[in-house]
């Protein structure tokens, strides 16, 4: 089963609120991914992040490596429609190349 | 489109079949992994390959499954002897790893997914 723990399971937000979530870990992390997934589709990469401390942009989209190695933040401002979807994080063990752990995902849903 | 593909879509089978998912990676990609993902549940993680050797793998992997990339490029899975447990969403993602210097980058990129149900 995952072994991150991401928050909040679900949002229900009003168009042009701004969104965040977060995961954590017991683990240290080297690499922190973060994606969207919509129904039926497999998931969309939006930001990676490679350095404790590393803040990122992708549009509206922020994400954050944290100081501990053990966590990672992604907001979402000025939300609109097209936003709705499922948002999952993924990290990579630091001693470790090869795989990613995924958290359970946060599902976004925004009312015009 | 240079994307990761994979094939079928969509796959309904009887208890007790033989399914294999095939994996076309991003080509210049060296390593393809397999995730499973359930309805409200994140990827997790099955097994992946460095070109053709097969580096890890869950224990999520039974022995009903086996996973092959023979030539380093496409991948297949395959479920022998199905169960209606296997019912998800099979999905591959490719990545460039790069060991020049300390830094490993590697980004993962998924295909579109392989749904399999199982009645």
């Known amino acids: 089963g995952q072994q991150l723990n991401q928050s909040p399971q679900s949002m229900f937000i009003q168009e042009g609120e701004d969104v965040s979530m977060n995961c954590t870990s017991s683990?240290?992390?080297?690499?922190w991914l973060w994606y969207k997934q919509e129904p039926g589709e497999g998931p969309v990469l939006l930001i990676a992040?490679?350095?404790?401390?590393e803040l990122t942009s992708n549009g509206r989209l922020t994400a954050q490596f944290g100081i501990t190695r053990k966590d990672s933040f992604l907001n979402i401002s000025a939300s609109i429609p097209s936003d709705v979807g499922i948002y999952f994080c993924?990290?990579?063990?630091?001693?470790?190349?090869?795989?990613?752990?995924f958290g359970a995902g946060t599902q976004v849903v925004v009312t015009p | 489109d240079t994307g990761v593909s994979q094939d079928p879509r969509h796959k309904i089978t009887k208890r007790g079949q033989n399914v294999t998912f095939r994996c076309d990676p991003i080509?210049?990609?060296?390593?393809l992994y397999w995730y499973r993902q359930t309805l409200g549940q994140g990827p997790e993680f099955l097994t992946y390959?460095?070109?053709?050797?097969?580096?890890?793998k869950s224990r999520l992997l039974s022995d009903r499954f086996s996973a092959e990339r023979p030539k380093g490029s496409f991948s297949t899975l395959e479920i022998q002897r199905t169960e209606q447990g296997d019912s998800a969403m099979y999905l591959c993602?490719?990545?460039?790893?790069?060991?020049?210097?300390?830094?490993?980058?590697?980004?993962?990129?998924f295909g579109e997914g392989s749904r399999l149900t199982v009645l």
């Open positions: 992040l490679y350095k404790a401390g």
């Open positions: 993602a490719s990545s460039l790893s790069r060991l020049a210097g300390r830094l490993n980058t590697g980004e993962l990129f």
């Open positions: 080509s210049e990609h060296n390593r």
């Open positions: 683990s240290i992390f080297n690499t």
């Open positions: 390959f460095q070109n053709e050797a097969q580096l890890e």
């Open positions: 993924a990290g990579r063990v630091t001693d470790s190349w090869g795989k990613f752990q």
